[in-house]
């Protein structure tokens, strides 16, 4: 059996968004390595794939007795199972995977690590909880490569979108009383920074007009990533 690459956390990052049940989760992963590699997997790949993909730990257990029971699975060896040929159409049309295959054929989604920690990306990819950090998780990934590129225009948009995205997992609805109400002193001091810095300088790109002459951000007057990861640690910490 082919190992699991890169691609299925891809794959994965789609998919849970269209699947929401363990088992169904189950069978779009037989599905994936059908499609990409011509194979079936093993509960133990399927289990390596839920756990690579930031999914969980399903109980192996219970994913066995889903997966036998399930008809539109075949076992293959003692402990491999496959799509059927004749039920992968219907799973693709069931569950619209399509546009997840060309997102696995694509770059993982992930960070260089220059602007977002990538250790506090990988602990956010992993968390479940009742939010969905997935639109988070793509700001994430579109700032760090907009840093990377020298895109400090499209930063500071970006920075001051996850302040604006964030305040309900402080069970608040906005930055400015996350910024004074929410944590630590230390805490508040970092987020206020954040708050009033960050914020005055987008807006002084977002809504200044056209003039006859301009200067332009550079990496230092944008480069709020120390605050960010405060932020990040936090989130992380009570999620």
């Given at each position: 059996m082919i190992k699991s690459d890169k691609?299925?956390?891809?794959?994965?990052?789609?998919?849970?968004?269209?699947?929401?049940?363990?088992?169904?989760?189950?069978?779009?992963?037989?599905?994936?390595?059908?499609?990409?590699?011509?194979?079936?997997?093993?509960?133990?790949?399927i289990i390596s794939d839920f756990k690579k993909s930031g999914l969980g730990s399903p109980n192996i257990t219970k994913l066995k007795k889903k997966?036998?029971?399930?008809?539109?699975?075949?076992?293959?060896?003692?402990?491999?199972?496959?799509?059927?040929?004749?039920?992968?159409?219907?799973?693709?049309?069931?569950?619209?995977?399509?546009?997840?295959?060309?997102?696995?054929?694509?770059?993982?989604?992930?960070?260089?690590?220059?602007?977002?920690?990538?250790e506090r990306f990988g602990e956010l990819k992993k968390k479940k909880v009742k939010f969905d950090f997935s639109r988070l998780i793509q700001m994430l990934v579109e700032l760090d490569s907009s840093f990377s590129t020298g895109n400090f225009i499209s930063v500071i948009f970006l920075i001051r979108a996850v302040l604006d995205h964030v305040p309900p997992i402080f069970n608040l609805t906005s930055f400015p009383e996350v910024a004074n109400n929410y944590g630590s002193k230390s805490f508040k001091e970092s987020m206020t920074h954040l708050e009033n810095s960050s914020r005055k300088i987008a807006d002084s790109y977002l809504h200044t007009q056209i003039r006859n002459k301009e200067s332009l951000p550079n990496e230092t007057q944008i480069n709020f990533s120390n605050d960010l990861d405060v932020l990040l640690s936090e989130i992380i910490r009570i999620s």
């Open positions: 691609s299925v956390e891809s794959f994965a990052y789609c998919m849970s968004k269209k699947v929401k049940t363990i088992s169904d989760r189950a069978i779009a992963f037989l599905y994936f390595h059908a499609i990409k590699n011509n194979t079936g997997a093993t509960l133990k790949q997966i036998v029971k399930d008809r539109r699975t075949t076992k293959i060896s003692e402990d491999e199972w496959r799509i059927k040929s004749d039920k992968i159409l219907q799973i693709e049309k069931e569950f619209q995977l399509s546009q997840c295959l060309v997102e696995a054929k694509s770059k993982p989604i992930s960070v260089d690590g220059r602007f977002v920690n990538k």
